[in-house]
Each structure stands twice: as C-alpha cells, then as structure tokens.
C-alpha cells in the first residue's frame, strides 16, 4: 500500500508541451522534495519545500516549477518540455528537512519527450 | 557523482557470501542514507546514519564522519538483494539537500 502516490507512472509528451506530474503523501511529513534520476547521472536533488514553503531550489531552469496546495501535495509542472526533461521523476518526503531526517520515495514518474 | 564516490560500480556476488560497499565523500557529510533500487525501480530506504553504526538483518552499515566514508556490509546474500545500492550524503543540514553517487549495482547469482 504506497503511502507516497505518483501520478502517472509513465508519461510521453512531445517536445515544446506542458505536463505537471503529482504528488501525494500519506505518511504525515512536513517536507517534500522532488529528485530527477537520468541515465548515467547520480539522483539529482531538485527542490524541498517544508510547511509548503520552498526551501532549497537546485534547478537552473524556470521551466521547473512546483506547486504545493496543500501540506501532503507537491506538483511538479514542467513548461516547454526538451528531449533532455527526460529522466525519471521521484518525488519524496521526511518528517523535516533538518540532517537527521530520513527519507522517503515514491515510484517515480518516468518521463519521456519526444 | 563526484562528491559521493561509491564503489565498486558492479559487484556479482553467489547467494550466501558476504561483501562490502563502500562510500568515500569529498565532502562535510552531516547524515548518510543508503538506499536500495530494486529491479522494479523503487527505491527503498535501507538506513539513515549519523556518525556510528547500525544493523538490520543481513545488513549492516557504518559512517565514520572523520574520515568521510560510510560501509554497507551484506552478509548471507540473497536473490532478492539484487539491485542498485545508493549512498546519499547530507551537506547543507537544514533543506534536506542529499547529494548521491553513483551506485553500485549488485547482482546475487544462484
């Protein structure tokens, strides 16, 4: 039973378009996250948010942007979509996002732009 | 990738041995997390460490902060251990920022 739900798992989108990939978590956590894992590269940390406000942005590009509606939710929308958007999208959470927290995934959102 | 080195990047190991992966950091790494990827893609938490030790079943793992490494030891391998272990470092102590390497990408033969 996932407690962090990622929708859709799968996505095919065409170069120039708009996709917002969703989040939810049901494990009761302050903090969400959002990393990007793409071929050959490490888990690449993109954004936290605690309390539903931005904590740490590591993306170079506006065309990332998230969305945080609620405590438990953090959308990803993704504007003027490139072949290199793909890669596979986790979101996560942690209680907090002070060092000793742990954390969690969802299944990932796997993206590909064509 | 850089900052996290893992190794080794492949490791093939025989059900019921033992084996060590390990993670050398260039980096002040506050907390470490080892997580497993599993065939299926998902990645599972495995532990959170501060400086010190600690076991969980077959596993057990180490972070030594002075000498920024951390250990994951399997013992008794089994199928079902096969996947991608990460190492992820935390640097920044108040965004929750991990920075990961690379992996090491396991494989438990029968």
């Known amino acids: 039973d996932p407690k962090i739900i990622q929708k859709p798992k799968y996505l095919v989108a065409v170069t120039g378009s708009e996709k917002i990939l969703i989040c939810e978590q049901y494990?009761?956590?302050?903090?969400m996250y959002w990393y990007r894992q793409s071929a050959k590269k490490p888990l690449e940390f993109m954004f936290s948010?605690?309390?539903?406000?931005?904590?740490d942005n590591q993306t170079a590009s506006s065309r990332f942007q998230p969305q945080s509606s609620k405590k438990n939710h953090l959308d990803l929308q993704i504007t003027a979509l490139k072949p290199d958007d793909s890669a596979t999208y986790f979101c996560?959470?942690?209680?907090?996002?002070?060092?000793?927290?742990?954390?969690?995934f969802g299944h990932g959102t796997k993206l590909s732009v064509l | 990738g850089d900052k996290v080195k893992q190794s080794p990047s492949a490791l093939s190991l025989q059900e019921g041995t033992n084996s060590a992966l390990r993670c050398n950091f260039s980096?002040?790494?506050?907390?470490v997390q080892w997580f497993l990827q599993n065939p299926r893609g998902s990645l599972i938490n495995l532990f959170y460490?501060?400086?010190g030790t600690k076991e969980n079943g077959r596993l057990k793992s180490a972070f030594d902060s002075k000498e920024s490494y951390s250990t994951l030891h399997i013992r008794d391998a089994q199928l079902e251990d096969s996947g991608t272990y990460f190492c992820?470092?935390?640097?920044?102590?108040?965004?929750?920022?991990?920075?990961f390497g690379l992996g090491t990408t396991l494989q438990v033969q029968p």
């Open positions: 494990l009761g956590h302050n903090a």
């Open positions: 460490l501060v400086p």
């Open positions: 948010y605690s309390y539903q406000k931005l904590m």
């Open positions: 980096i002040a790494a506050t907390t």
């Open positions: 992820a470092a935390d640097i920044t102590g108040n965004t929750g920022k991990l920075i």
């Open positions: 996560a959470s942690s209680h907090g996002t002070v060092s000793n927290e742990r954390l969690f």
